[in-house]
């Protein structure tokens, strides 16, 4: 298996919801991202876990909060969000502290209203 | 960090061969070059990493100068399916910079009949 592999791949929430994003990959990759890409804008870098602890947070907002259970997924728990947090956010794997060559998933297209 | 300056967009036909330059200028000794290739509602995905002279994949060719300070990616008979964004980074082989983790603003290529 070589792909990442996210879901939903669309979601709607209110501003008062609870909701997760879930990415998934089954290549023994030890670091896993997660980006955030607003339309017509390059990927931005939110978090990054290495051997499943957090090893960048970019100053994202609370509202966003990584959970990386196993080395294999990684959630991205979502509450209260801004309608200005509607975006494609994308997951992503990489060997080990390998950075370069990232894997990407398809990402899950978020619609705050 | 290196930062990278791509051209915002390129214009080709198909069957023709497309080569996007990035400069960076301020490139360390320890930063490799990477491009990544992104469709429309897509995570974006790897396409090739050099650190200088020539590196030749099945799909694309890097050329590095000696002094490093600019990269061209090529891409040999073009066709429609090209069409796409190209993005250029440049950072540290593991990441200790951050400079594989940032995306600069990217080139829109368009591929006409």
């Known amino acids: 298996d070589t792909e990442v592999t996210q879901t939903p791949k669309h979601l709607v929430m209110g501003m008062t919801n609870k909701k997760s994003l879930k990415c998934e990959q089954h290549?023994?990759?030890?670091?896993m991202y997660w980006y955030k890409q607003k339309a017509k804008k390059p990927p931005e870098l939110m978090f990054v876990y290495s051997y499943e602890k957090l090893s960048i947070n970019e100053s994202v907002p609370s509202r966003f909060s990584p959970e990386c259970p196993n080395s294999s997924l990684l959630n991205l728990h979502l509450h209260a969000l801004q309608p200005e947090d509607s975006a494609l956010y994308l997951c992503?794997?990489?060997?080990?502290?390998?950075?370069?060559?990232?894997?990407f998933g398809p990402g899950t297209r978020l619609t705050v209203l | 960090l290196a930062k990278t300056t791509q051209p915002i967009s390129m214009d080709s036909y198909e069957g023709q061969e497309v080569n996007i330059t990035c400069s960076h200028n301020n490139i360390a000794t320890n930063d490799y070059i990477t491009w990544y290739q992104q469709f429309p509602s897509q995570g974006p995905r790897f396409i090739i990493q050099?650190?200088?002279t020539k590196v030749t994949n099945e799909v694309a060719s890097l050329f590095i100068p000696a002094d490093r300070k600019s990269s061209t990616l090529s891409l040999p008979r073009v066709s429609l399916s090209d069409t796409a964004v190209y993005y250029c980074l440049v950072g540290d082989y593991y990441g200790g910079s951050q400079g594989n983790l940032i995306f600069g603003k990217g080139t829109k290529l368009s591929v006409k009949p």
């Open positions: 290549m023994g990759h030890r670091a």
């Open positions: 050099g650190y200088k």
């Open positions: 992503a794997s990489s060997p080990g502290e390998v950075w370069n060559e990232q894997f």
